[in-house]
Every structure is written in C-alpha cells, then in structure tokens.
C-alpha cells in the first residue's frame, strides 16, 4: 500500500493513502533549505524527506521502523489485525521504489523516534515529524527525543480533534483510542501545543489548521445509517469529503 501521493515521473502518481502534494507550498517550510541538514522523522514513503530534497538540503536524513509490527501496539492488540495492517510489502520498500526513481539521495535510517540521538544521527537545521503522534503511546517522550537532535527548527504535523478544538480552544485535552491498533492520542490544538511545550519546545508562529486531502487510494466513505452511527464512520466521512483535520506548529528547542 502506499501511503503518499508522489509523481514518480511525469504523469505516474502512486495511488497514496493521502495526497499530500497541495499541502507542501502551504506549510511553514523554507521555500530554501540550501545548505541545511533535514531529517524527516516517521517517513512512510518518504515524500516530506523527497519535498526537503528538492527544496535544496543540502541532506536529508528519513528514519522510520523496520516493520509495522514494531510499532506501539496496545496489549489487546490481535494477531488477526497485526496481520491486516502490518502484512504487506515490509516497510520502506514504497520509500526505496520512489527514491530509485527520483533518482534521490536521502539516506534512510531505521530507527524508533524514541531512540533518535546526535550520537547515531548527529544534529538537523530542519526536523518535519508528520501524522506520527497519533500513532504513539507516549508523544512527549517522542518529541523530547526529536529535541535532542534539533539545533534549528521542528514542523510539526498531526491529526487534531476537531470537536475538542472547537469546543476547549485553551484547554488542552485528548481522545484516548488505544484499542487493538496503534492509534493513541488525538489531541485538540491546544494539547497538541502543550505536548510540545511539555517536551521542552518553544512555539515559533502561531498554530496552522488544514486538512489533510484523500489520495487515490484511500477507499471514499459513503454516507448510510450504519456509517453516520458511529464516531469512526463520521470520521471516515469527513475524510472522503473535506479531508482530515490537521495542525501544523513550528517551533524550536526552548
Ligand atoms: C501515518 S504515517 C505518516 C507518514 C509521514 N510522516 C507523513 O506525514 O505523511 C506514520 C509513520 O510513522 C511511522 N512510525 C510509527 N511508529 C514509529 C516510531 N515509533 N518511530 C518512528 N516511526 C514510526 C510509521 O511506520 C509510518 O511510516
């Protein structure tokens, strides 16, 4: 499966999960990273490593798991569902498919965020961590570690609760998944800022909501009784029509 939308060559699209091409000129990243060492963190199929690349880094550092299987699985977790969504082509490989074509350098690092270090990988001008939180049973320990390695600036990208936006636009709070799949937190905007802070981030512009668009890929939802019943399926919904709710905070090591 791939996760990212990118054009391999002119007109050859992969069918991503997301398509996160018109997102790019929208986000706080220099328009030049020239001269600049970049590591994408969490990098699926590597298109945010691939954006930094062609935005002149002068290198680009991608580091992701070796397997999905590694990933923060919940203990009720089942075989059945660890099969389902760690099954496929082992992770990387739409990453290495993409680099070969674009004739890219970045180098890709396995690694958990957890365990990112300046001993292994050194220190980065640019981090981008994207869509990864979500997926983590303890974020604040994951941005810590991203802080270790960053003597500039981290983008931080994530999922948000749109309903806990709205309704608590200071209070930080989060919806707690952590059932049979790795996903964990879904923060409102302002938890997602306070899980920075607490990880000894300073905020560098103010928070950016967008939408995340719906690639190729991503089978659409269709509206019905049994979809609009329950919270899943009305995120499944406003997904296919309007994309998925997301905040991105610039920010740098306090
Ligand atoms: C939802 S995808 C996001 C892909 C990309 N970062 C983006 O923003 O488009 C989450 C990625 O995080 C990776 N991931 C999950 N747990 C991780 C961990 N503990 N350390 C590093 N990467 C992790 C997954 O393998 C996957 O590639």
């Known amino acids: ?35 600049l060492r970049c590591l994408d ?20 550092v991608a580091v992701d798991l070796a397997d999905l299987r590694d990933c923060d699985w919940p203990d009720n977790s089942t075989a059945e569902v660890i099969a389902e969504i760690a099954g496929g082509p082992p992770q990387g490989t739409g990453f290495r498919i993409a680099a070969d074509a674009l004739g890219s350098n970045v180098k890709r690092h396995t690694s958990s965020i957890y365990d990112v270090g300046p001993d292994d990988l050194g220190y980065f001008d640019f981090v981008y961590i994207g869509s990864l939180l979500l997926h983590l049973r303890d974020p ?38 952590g059932n049979g799949r790795p996903w964990w937190w879904k923060a409102n905007q302002a938890g997602l800022v306070r899980m920075l802070v607490s990880a ?26 049994k979809v609009l019943r329950h919270a899943a399926g009305r995120e499944a919904l406003l997904r296919t029509y309007k ?11 306090a």
Request: proline content about 12%; hydrophobic content about 45%; aromatic content about 8%.
């Open 200 to 225: 000894g981030w300073v905020l560098d512009a103010k928070p950016l909501r967008f939408s995340m668009p719906p690639g190729p890929g991503h089978p659409p939802a269709r509206p019905s009784v």
């Open 140 to 177: 604040v320990r994951a941005l810590a570690a991203a802080r270790s390695v960053c003597r500039g600036r981290l983008l931080l990208v994530d999922a948000v609760d749109l309903g806990l936006t709205v309704l608590h636009p200071r209070r930080p709070v989060a919806g707690l998944d």
């Open 243 to 253: 994309g998925d709710p997301h905040c991105a905070l610039l920010a740098r090591p």
């Open 41 to 60: 963190i969490g990098t699926f199929d590597g298109f945010w490593a691939f954006e930094m690349e062609r935005r002149g880094a002068s290198e680009v």
């Open 1 to 35: 499966m791939w996760y990212h939308t990118i054009e391999l060559a002119p007109g050859i699209v992969t069918p991503g999960w997301f398509d996160t091409r018109a997102v790019a000129p929208t986000l706080p990243i220099p328009a030049s990273l020239a001269g």
